[in-house]
C-alpha cells in the first residue's frame, strides 16, 4: 500500500512464530478500537475489534489485548504465515459527538520463510 | 472482497483539475468513511456521512467536498488539484456510526 514509503517500525517474525504488535493510542475517551491489516496496493482490511468494556477478544489465529490504564493495544498472531506480511494499523473511535475512526501510523511484520 | 466498492481504481489528471471519486458502500451500511493515504501522512481521516448527513469531518481541504446520496452512494470531490493531492483514496462503510468499517480498494490519485 501507499504507505511503503513510511518510517514504519517493522516487525520480523520466523514462519510459525507468535507475533505480537503494539499500539499506543492518545485519547483516553476512545472507546472502540479495530485492527486492519494492510497488504501492498490493497485497501484496509478488518481482523478484529473491540470495545472498552472488555479487555481480550479472541478471533482466529488473532487476540487483541486493551490495556485501558495505559492506554495500549495489541495483536497477537499464532503461529505467523507468509501471508500476514503486511501493515498492520489499529483504530480507534471516541465517545463524543464525533464519530471519527482514527488509524495510527502502522507497524509492517515481515514474516521470514 | 470487502462489498465496497470504489471507482475509478486509477486517475491521472493535471493540476488545477476538477474530479469526483465514487464510492458504493456495502449493502446495508448506511455510514460511509473517506480517508486519504499519502506516503508520508498514513491514513487520513476526512469526512464521514450517516444516512445522508454529515457526521464527522476531519482534516478535509475546503477545496474538497463530499456528499451521500439517497441511495446511500457517496461521491468525494476534489477541485483545484495539486501535486500533493495525489494519494490514494479509500471509502469505507459501516452499518452504523460504531461498529466495524469495512474498507474498499482505493483510488489512486495522480496529478501531474
Known amino acids: 500500500g501507499e504507505s511503503v514509503g513510511l518510517h514504519l517500525p517493522t516487525l520480523s517474525v520466523q514462519e510459525g512464530d507468535n507475533s505480537i504488535i503494539n499500539c499506543a493510542y492518545s485519547n483516553s475517551a476512545s472507546d472502540y478500537f479495530i485492527w486492519y491489516k494492510q497488504e501492498s496496493g490493497k485497501g484496509p482490511q478488518f481482523i478484529i475489534d473491540?470495545?472498552?468494556?472488555?479487555d481480550k477478544r479472541q478471533g482466529q489465529r488473532v487476540t487483541v489485548l486493551l490495556n485501558k490504564t495505559v492506554k495500549h493495544l495489541s495483536l497477537q498472531i499464532a503461529a505467523t504465515q507468509p501471508g500476514d506480511s503486511a501493515v498492520y494499523f489499529c483504530a480507534e473511535n471516541t465517545v463524543d459527538s464525533s464519530y471519527k475512526l482514527i488509524f495510527g501510523s502502522g507497524t509492517r511484520l515481515l514474516v521470514r520463510p | 472482497d470487502s462489498g465496497v466498492t470504489q471507482t475509478p481504481k486509477h486517475l491521472i489528471t493535471a493540476t488545477g483539475q476538477r474530479v469526483t471519486l465514487r464510492c458504493s458502500p456495502r449493502?446495508?451500511?448506511?455510514?460511509v468513511y473517506w480517508y486519504q493515504q499519502s506516503l508520508d501522512q498514513g491514513l487520513q481521516f476526512l469526512i464521514q456521512y450517516y444516512n445522508g448527513e454529515e457526521r464527522a469531518k476531519g482534516n478535509i481541504l475546503e477545496r474538497f467536498s463530499a456528499q451521500q446520496f439517497p441511495d446511500l452512494h457517496s461521491e468525494l470531490n476534489l477541485s483545484s488539484l495539486e501535486l500533493g493531492d495525489s494519494a490514494l483514496y479509500f471509502c469505507?462503510?459501516?452499518?452504523?456510526?460504531?461498529?466495524?468499517?469495512?474498507f474498499g480498494q482505493g483510488t489512486r490519485l495522480t496529478v501531474v
Open positions: 469505507a462503510s459501516s452499518v452504523a456510526t460504531r461498529t466495524e468499517a469495512f
Open positions: 473491540i470495545r472498552s468494556n472488555m
Open positions: 449493502s446495508g451500511d448506511l455510514s
